[in-house]
């Protein structure tokens, strides 16, 4: 008998010829960043998550930063983040010279916990960043009640297509920052997209986004006098995307919806057919969300598991399946747990996500066996 030896990774970006091909026109057109093709995508983008503008940058990081310091956010501001998310939301308020409050998260849905919010809120508060962790869209509509007058800056890394109440994602507050990272549904490589329906302040984000420059590029270079440069009134940054990436990304804006509709049927396959594990809580998703399915995110309930967490990603690694925690606790980090000396049961909520999230391939290159090899392995363990 011959042991089919599997290798499935935990994420597999799907791109292809088309991708490839969409790039060549950059290429031949000698135009290579900021440009048409980056103008095209951020069109389509916007329009596909109902925004009244979009702007491309270089990752959702700098998205995240470029729309911190377009609020105006710096320093004696504090900003509400989750415990649980990707570091760099964190970061963004640091790089603004302003102070991370923490927050702790539910473990039910993995987003921000409501019930906390108004506690934490001081006259300090100028902004919360509310994550839509996996593609799951935090409560806004909530939040907005217990923190009436807070600017809301969404975390959308997660949360291409995703919807609340019929709402998109990176429309529910004041703007939104997606990832096209590979490890994300569409990706351009590296990049990001800041949404925003306030004429304002997307403004402003498009100034700092260029160094600063009163006058962009493609309109000086357009103009009838490109040998003038602009005045730059502003202290900017370079987070501008290049126009390969904006090809690519429009490529990929046209696939999202087969993304995920392939995801949320293996997504509600994953959850038939480990509904019989007592010790592994698959997600839910509320009535009126729409999941975007970045990644599915089981939960170890290490008090019924035959196994811990962690010794249960071993046995599946040994079996080819890659796995992960589904992100990490910010507070327990190094960096942070000193610099606000901080415990990890200062947030159970996040610490107990950190320690037994499990995130299991979801991704649209996995075939019929690979999913059916993932759920007989964790059967298997017992
Ligand atoms: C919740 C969250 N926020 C922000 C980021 C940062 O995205 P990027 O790598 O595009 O900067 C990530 C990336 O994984 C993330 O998961």
């Not at 839910?284 to 598991?305: C, I, L, M, N």
Request: net charge neutral.
């Amino acid at each position: 008998m011959t042991t089919v030896k599997r290798n499935i990774p935990i994420a597999v970006p799907c791109t292809g010829e088309e991708e490839w091909l969409a790039t060549k026109d950059v290429f031949l057109s000698g135009w290579l960043t900021q440009g048409p093709k980056v103008k095209e995508f951020e069109q389509k983008f916007a329009d596909r998550h109902k925004a009244k503008h979009a702007l491309a940058t270089t990752s959702c990081t700098t998205a995240l930063h470029l729309a911190l310091a377009a609020m105006g956010v710096g320093p004696g501001d504090e900003v509400i983040v989750p415990a649980f998310t990707w570091v760099s939301t964190a970061n963004s308020v640091l790089y603004c010279g302003a102070e991370v409050v923490f927050a702790d998260v539910d473990p039910l849905t993995n987003n921000i916990e409501i019930s906390q919010l108004k506690k934490l809120r001081t006259p300090r508060t100028k902004a919360i960043i509310p994550v839509h962790l996996f593609g799951l869209c935090a409560d806004v509509d909530a939040i907005k009640d217990a923190l009436p007058g807070v600017l809301i800056l969404e975390d959308c890394a997660c949360a291409a297509g995703a919807e609340y109440k019929g709402r998109p994602a990176g429309t529910l507050g004041d703007m939104g920052a997606f990832s096209l990272h590979p490890r994300k549904s569409v990706t351009t490589g590296e990049g990001g997209v800041l949404t925003t329906n306030n004429t304002t302040l997307n403004e402003l984000a498009d100034t700092l986004r260029n160094h600063g420059a009163s006058v962009s590029e493609e309109q000086r270079h357009a103009g009838p006098r490109p040998y003038l440069l602009p005045d730059f009134n502003v202290m900017g940054f370079n987070y501008r995307m290049t126009d390969f990436q904006g090809a690519v990304g429009t490529v990929q804006l046209s696939k999202l919806d087969r993304f995920i509709d392939e995801r949320s049927h293996w997504a509600a396959y994953y959850k038939r057919e480990l509904a019989s594990i007592p010790w592994l809580r698959t997600p839910e998703t509320p009535r009126g969300w729409r999941h975007a399915w970045q990644a599915y995110v089981t939960f170890v309930d290490e008090t019924k598991s035959p196994k811990p967490r962690n010794e249960i990603m071993e046995i599946l690694q040994q079996k080819g399946i890659a796995t992960r925690p589904g992100t990490h606790a910010v507070h327990a980090l190094g960096f942070y747990s000193n610099k606000y000396n901080l415990k990890t049961s200062d947030f159970p909520g996040a610490w107990a996500c950190d320690q037994q999230t499990l995130a299991i391939p979801l991704h649209n290159k996995m075939t019929e066996e690979d999913y059916a090899w993932v759920v007989n392995a964790l059967k298997d363990i017992g």
